[in-house]
T-cell receptor, first 112, second 114 residues
Framework: DQQVKQNSPSLSVQEGRISILNCDYT??????FLWYKKYPAEGPTFLIS?????DKNEDGRFTVFLNKSAKHLSLHIVPSQPGDSAVYFC???????????FGPGTRLSVLP | EPEVTQTPSHQVTQMGQEVILRCVPI?????FYWYRQILGQKVEFLVS????????KSEIFDDQFSVERPDGSNFTLKIRSTKLEDSAMYFC????????????FGQGTRLTVV
């Protein structure tokens, strides 16, 4: 049962352009969403999060948008840089102290 | 910057042997987690730990697995009798509080069961 889906296994973008990574979820109880970035042989690194009371959160080059009615969130990276090349995981949780459910990840390649 | 540290970085063990994976969460964090990622697959939740007891566990976390916080700083995952399918990256994570707070992950331990 895939509660968190990332339907694009990979994405290639030119340096300087916008990267848009998408995530869909099925569990309407989720109220907190996060994006993690992961390099090979390293642990996930927290990037940005959003709670269900917001529809947008911005941090530098990273912006997360949440559409609760569509159960959809997206991560925008502008401008994309070669160092952004990694696997990006969407994660979701609900309730206090609950674990995070991860999506399968999207591999982003930013081409110079 | 505070970080979650895990040891060892790589552990090779024979099938049927016991392994202990160690983690030092960020001090003053209250929630602790173990996740794993089998090569090429998604990151999967194993167990969460709060107030010196398991607060939630997945179906993966069967009787072969146990967790402990023996001394107030280390957080360990024990696999009693390893199987080939336990080979994976194991990630420890900690979280400052409940609600809308992020989890910080360690670098992982690569467990190889032969």
């Amino acid at each position: 049962d895939q509660q968190v889906k990332q339907n694009s296994p990979s994405l290639s973008v030119q340096e300087g352009r916008i990267s848009i990574l998408n995530c869909d979820y099925t569990n309407s109880m989720f109220d907190y969403f996060l994006w993690y970035k992961k390099y090979p042989a390293e642990g996930p690194t927290f990037l940005i999060s959003i709670s269900s009371i917001k529809d947008k959160n911005e941090d530098g080059r990273f912006t997360v948008f949440l559409n609760k009615s569509a159960k959809h969130l997206s991560l925008h990276i502008v401008p994309s840089q070669p160092g952004d090349s990694a696997v990006y995981f969407c994660a979701a949780s609900y309730g206090y102290g609950q674990n995070f459910v991860f999506g399968p990840g999207t591999r982003l390649s930013v081409l110079p | 910057e505070p970080e979650v540290t895990q040891t060892p970085s790589h552990q090779v063990t024979q099938m049927g042997q016991e392994v202990i994976l160690r983690c030092v969460p960020i001090s003053n964090h209250l929630y602790f987690y173990w996740y794993r990622q089998i090569l090429g697959q998604k990151v999967e939740f194993l167990v969460s730990f709060y107030n010196n007891e398991i607060s939630e566990k997945s179906e993966i976390f069967d009787d072969q697995f146990s967790v402990e916080r023996p001394d107030g700083s280390n957080f360990t995952l024990k696999i009693r009798s390893t199987k080939l399918e336990d080979s994976a990256m194991y990630f420890c994570a900690s979280r400052a509080g409940q609600g809308f707070t992020e989890a910080f992950f360690g670098q992982g331990t690569r467990l190889t069961v032969v």
